[in-house]
């Protein structure tokens, strides 16, 4: 606890944090914290896990307390936006477990439920406002949400906004805003989009940044089993059964996927539920709920749950499927070994995902450990140790050389030559203009070899005919006449 009172936090957020059970604030806490009450603009690149809510949440309210809430009506002093349901209301709800000792309403908005009880909470006036992009610029519009006196911009999970394609509704929030205020943005990764959407935002931002290797933490046990893609599911009845797991998320690639997996589960009499974006927001967050409670041991979840899940019990995280991008790979195995606990990380990798899986250690910097000790083990998935790497994400494909680049400009130059000037031996090569698409039409070639052949000849016959009329001309012209010429007349 002298962590984070060496932060310079106030004693209502120590107490707050005390009764969370925080012991010692993370690396980011640790950096982020300081540089947000010195009133600094922050620039962060963290994965989920990191206890990054925890980082601009406390400083947040600590700000807000220490300027006081102004005379009249609330109004909205910061803004938090989230690119997910399930992470705005986790947003909210640590909003609500770190600030319960001060007098600070806050709201969380998303789309997908009824709007009037969100408007009924807004008309009352709140402090806090998270929500996501789409719900937040529908109420904009309908005039029940005022940003002019936001004094606080929260960006969370940057990378995942613009993957979802909000970056067009985040410039239109951006508009909105008042321009003294102090930013932050949050990013799992930072490409050159995310690096150009907060050059255009934040004011002389201070970066911090959690490397890969410190984000796998050493108390989740990493583990990955080759196996074929149809034994798949036994093996992971087998684990459910054998370890007893009673808290666990399985991670899959498709919606349907996830579906289908919870009937096989059930079979097996082994309780699961589903959560991805095709269902209701009403069934994803009861889904959670019964999560949460216990109820439900076992949660089947796409990606879009990955950054949205804070359930501190969660013993197990099977990668059932490997991510496409390897980032995701620590989103996921960040849902356990959370509050100082240790958890498990299995991953399922089968004849089609060694590339992912040596990625994903290309990322991290570290082998992950083999267990081949089960029934369903499977050679012939076990990758190479430095594969070629795919030319795009689905390792289908040949990767191109350099060579192949120089041949192919050269080859373009040589057919680039002029108009005209390689058609008569392209032509006189396959038998006159044969288009690409119809080289492989059986008599394609022959019909217009004698197309052009024919048209050739006609048009001989049609030069022969106009030399011999100009000849039978001159002819007549040159002839002389039956009664002679005019000299001869003459004489």
Do not use: W
């Given at each position: 606890?002298?962590?984070?009172?060496?932060?310079?936090?106030?004693?209502?957020?120590?107490?707050?944090?005390?009764?969370?059970?925080?012991?010692?604030?993370?690396?980011?806490?640790?950096?982020?914290?300081?540089?947000?009450?010195?009133?600094?603009?922050?620039?962060?690149?963290?994965?989920?896990?990191?206890?990054?809510?925890?980082?601009?949440?406390?400083?947040?309210l600590q700000i807000m307390a220490r300027r006081g809430r102004p005379s009249g009506r609330r109004m909205i002093r910061?803004?938090?936006?989230?690119?997910?349901?399930?992470?705005?209301?986790?947003?909210?709800?640590?909003?609500?477990?770190?600030?319960?000792?001060?007098?600070?309403?806050?709201?969380?908005?998303?789309?997908?439920?009824?709007?009037?009880?969100?408007?009924?909470?807004?008309?009352?006036?709140?402090?806090?406002?998270?929500?996501?992009?789409?719900?937040?610029?529908?109420?904009?519009?309908?005039?029940?949400?005022?940003?002019?006196?936001?004094?606080?911009?929260?960006?969370?999970?940057?990378?995942?906004?613009?993957?979802?394609?909000?970056?067009?509704?985040?410039?239109?929030?951006?508009?909105?805003?008042?321009?003294?205020?102090?930013?932050?943005?949050?990013?799992?990764?930072?490409?050159?989009?995310?690096?150009?959407?907060?050059?255009?935002?934040?004011?002389?931002?201070?970066?911090?940044?959690?490397?890969?290797?410190?984000?796998?933490?050493?108390?989740?046990?990493?583990?990955?089993?080759?196996?074929?893609?149809?034994?798949?599911?036994?093996?992971?009845?087998?684990?459910?059964?054998?370890?007893?797991?009673?808290?666990?998320?399985?991670?899959?690639?498709?919606?349907?996927?996830?579906?289908?997996?919870?009937?096989?589960?059930?079979k097996f009499g082994i309780k699961a539920v589903a959560i991805h974006g095709n269902k209701t927001q009403a069934a994803?967050?009861?889904?959670?709920?019964?999560?949460?409670?216990?109820?439900?041991p076992i949660l089947v979840a796409t990606d879009i749950a990955s950054r949205g899940i804070d359930v501190n019990d969660?013993?197990?995280?099977?990668?059932?499927?490997?991510?496409?991008?390897?980032?995701?790979?620590?989103?996921?195995?960040?849902?356990?070994?959370?509050?100082?606990?240790?958890?498990?990380?299995?991953?399922?990798?089968?004849?089609?995902?060694?590339?992912?899986?040596?990625?994903?250690?290309?990322?991290?910097?570290?082998?992950?450990?083999?267990?081949?000790?089960?029934?369903?083990?499977?050679?012939?998935?076990?990758?190479?140790?430095?594969?070629?790497?795919?030319?795009?994400?689905?390792?289908?494909?040949?990767?191109?050389?350099?060579?192949?680049?120089?041949?192919?400009?050269?080859?373009?130059?040589?057919?680039?030559?002029?108009?005209?000037?390689?058609?008569?031996?392209?032509?006189?090569?396959?038998?006159?203009?044969?288009?690409?698409?119809?080289?492989?039409?059986?008599?394609?070639?022959?019909?217009?070899?004698?197309?052009?052949?024919?048209?050739?000849?006609?048009?001989?016959?049609?030069?022969?005919?106009?030399?011999?009329?100009?000849?039978?001309?001159?002819?007549?012209?040159?002839?002389?006449?039956?009664?002679?010429?005019?000299?001869?007349?003459?004489?």
């Amino acid at each position: 606890m002298e962590g984070f009172r060496s932060l310079g936090l106030y004693d209502d957020l120590l107490d707050a944090i005390n009764d969370e059970g925080y012991e010692e604030p993370t690396p980011v806490q640790e950096q982020a914290i300081p540089l947000l009450l010195e009133g600094q603009d922050v620039l962060g690149v963290a994965q989920t896990g990191t206890g990054k809510t925890a980082a601009f949440a406390l400083p947040v309210l600590q700000i807000m307390a220490r300027r006081g809430r102004p005379s009249g009506r609330r109004m909205i002093r910061a803004l938090i936006l989230s690119p997910t349901r399930e992470l705005a209301a986790q947003i909210g709800e640590r909003f609500g477990a770190y600030g319960k000792h001060m007098d600070v309403r806050h709201h969380v908005i998303f789309g997908g439920v009824n709007q009037n009880p969100q408007v009924k909470a807004l008309k009352k006036g709140i402090d806090v406002l998270v929500a996501t992009p789409g719900r937040l610029l529908d109420l904009i519009q309908q005039r029940h949400i005022d940003l002019k006196a936001v004094e606080f911009f929260v960006l969370d999970e940057a990378d995942r906004m613009l993957d979802m394609g909000f970056i067009h509704d985040i410039k239109r929030v951006l508009k909105l805003l008042p321009n003294k205020r102090q930013n932050l943005l949050f990013s799992a990764t930072m490409p050159r989009s995310i690096s150009k959407l907060a050059d255009s935002f934040l004011n002389n931002a201070v970066r911090i940044e959690m490397t890969p290797d410190e984000l796998t933490v050493e108390s989740v046990e990493q583990r990955v089993m080759f196996v074929q893609t149809k034994n798949k599911k036994h093996l992971l009845t087998q684990i459910i059964k054998d370890h007893d797991v009673n808290c666990a998320i399985v991670f899959i690639r498709m919606k349907h996927s996830a579906d289908r997996l919870v009937k096989e589960l059930k079979k097996f009499g082994i309780k699961a539920v589903a959560i991805h974006g095709n269902k209701t927001q009403a069934a994803r967050t009861r889904a959670l709920d019964d999560f949460r409670r216990g109820k439900t041991p076992i949660l089947v979840a796409t990606d879009i749950a990955s950054r949205g899940i804070d359930v501190n019990d969660v013993t197990h995280v099977f990668n059932f499927d490997l991510p496409d991008e390897p980032e995701a790979y620590v989103h996921r195995i960040g849902r356990t070994a959370r509050a100082g606990k240790s958890g498990v990380a299995l991953a399922f990798c089968d004849e089609t995902e060694g590339f992912k899986l040596r990625e994903i250690e290309r990322l991290t910097g570290e082998r992950i450990e083999v267990e081949e000790d089960h029934p369903f083990h499977f050679e012939e998935a076990v990758p190479p140790m430095k594969p070629a790497r795919p030319h795009n994400r689905f390792g289908s494909g040949r990767r191109k050389r350099s060579g192949d680049k120089r041949q192919n400009r050269h080859q373009k130059s040589r057919n680039h030559k002029g108009r005209g000037q390689n058609n008569r031996s392209q032509q006189n090569r396959t038998g006159g203009n044969r288009s690409k698409s119809h080289r492989g039409q059986k008599g394609h070639g022959q019909k217009n070899f004698r197309e052009k052949n024919s048209n050739h000849n006609n048009s001989n016959q049609k030069n022969q005919t106009q030399k011999n009329r100009s000849q039978n001309h001159r002819g007549r012209k040159g002839q002389k006449r039956p009664g002679g010429s005019k000299r001869d007349a003459h004489q």
